[in-house]
């Protein structure tokens, strides 16, 4: 078990308890990551594993219901209530933050939806950073595969068979 296993674990992230990410994951991230941003939020168990496994990063989640979220305090994790997929409502947000290593879309996991948010997100993602889209389909793959086809800079990109019909989609940028 690696170490983002157990930190996932211990929070109760569902990308260790559920879907088994956390392995895939540990492979692909580099731990001096600066800037993390997750869109979908619920009750913030992946914002506290990211924070816990980044020791030195910024951490935003960003969720148009934070409801379910209770912050601890923590002044490293900030979260923005928005619809993250209206660009307008983002682009304030995106230039607050900045060039960001590592995004992870966890949010409404349907392919139209997933593809405007990484043709969005993108260009906010820093050379040598990843992008994650979890829960993909098995139907969406094609149009998820297109639009990683149609992104400048990509070093490399992976999918992962996670359980029954979901995919986790790995995309690095080129440095």
Same mark, same amino acid.
């Given at each position: 078990m690696t170490e983002l296993c157990e930190i996932a674990t211990k929070r109760r992230a569902d990308k260790a308890t559920t879907w088994g990410y956390t392995p895939i994951y540990f492979e692909w991230l580099n731990r001096g990551a600066q800037t993390v941003?997750? #869109?979908?939020?619920?009750?913030?168990a992946s914002l506290f594993t990211w924070r816990d496994f980044f020791p030195e990063a910024k951490i935003y989640g960003v $969720?148009? $219901?934070?409801h379910y979220f209770e912050p601890d305090g923590d002044a490293r994790i900030k979260t923005i209530t928005c619809d993250a997929y209206n660009r307008d409502v983002m682009a304030p947000h995106l230039?607050?933050?900045? @060039? #960001?290593?590592?995004? *992870?879309?966890? &949010? *409404?996991?349907?392919?139209d939806e997933q593809v405007e948010l990484l043709n969005q997100l993108w260009p906010s993602v820093r050379p040598g950073g990843v992008y994650a889209i979890e829960e993909t389909l098995t139907g969406s793959r094609n149009a998820i595969m297109a639009a990683i086809n149609g992104? @400048? $800079? *990509? !070093? !490399?990109?992976? &999918?992962?068979f996670a359980q029954d019909v979901y995919w986790l989609t790995l995309i690095e940028r080129r440095r």
């Open positions: 941003l997750e #869109i979908g939020v619920y009750g913030g $969720d148009i $219901d934070m230039a607050e933050i900045g @060039p #960001i290593d590592f995004i *992870v879309d966890d &949010c *409404v996991h349907m392919k992104l @400048p $800079d *990509v !070093r !490399r990109y992976m &999918c992962w």
